[in-house]
């Protein structure tokens, strides 16, 4: 069993950065991939990034490549999500997830979600 909790939210202006961070509980936190997903008023929660176990393999949805960042450390059970450059588009809750996907993108896969932090950014 894991349980993960969000930090990091809040309201930034278009073209700020926000990190957010993710705490797992287990003792095998090691061995899941890590993910985040976003879901804003009205549609459905999209992938955003996700990174594997090991750190070496990481993927990001095309809206946010060259603008988020993901990583983990493991010693410390935590993922971390740097958005820069954001944008109001990017205005959505974020959820941690974790889980054993085959393809990192694959929301049905992930076995384990946070409660969500709110991310807004005003333009």
């Known amino acids: 069993q894991v349980q993960l909790i969000e930090f990091g939210g809040g309201l930034v202006q278009a073209g700020g950065s926000l990190r957010l961070s993710c705490a797992a509980s287990?003792?095998?936190?090691?061995?899941?991939?890590m993910a985040w997903f976003r879901q804003a008023p009205g549609k459905e929660r999209e992938f955003v990034a996700a990174?594997?176990?090991?750190?070496?393999?990481?993927d990001y949805v095309d809206s946010v490549k060259g603008r988020f960042t993901i990583s983990r450390e493991n010693a410390k059970n935590t993922v971390y999500l740097q958005m820069n450059s954001l944008k109001p588009e990017d205005t959505a809750v974020y959820y941690c997830?974790?889980?054993?996907?085959?393809?990192?993108?694959?929301?049905?896969?992930?076995?384990?979600w946070g409660q969500g932090t709110q991310v807004t950014v005003s333009s």
């Open positions: 997830a974790a889980g054993t996907p085959s393809y990192l993108n694959w929301r049905s896969a992930y076995d384990y």
């Open positions: 990174i594997r176990w090991g750190g070496g393999r990481t």
């Open positions: 287990g003792r095998t936190f090691s061995s899941y991939t």
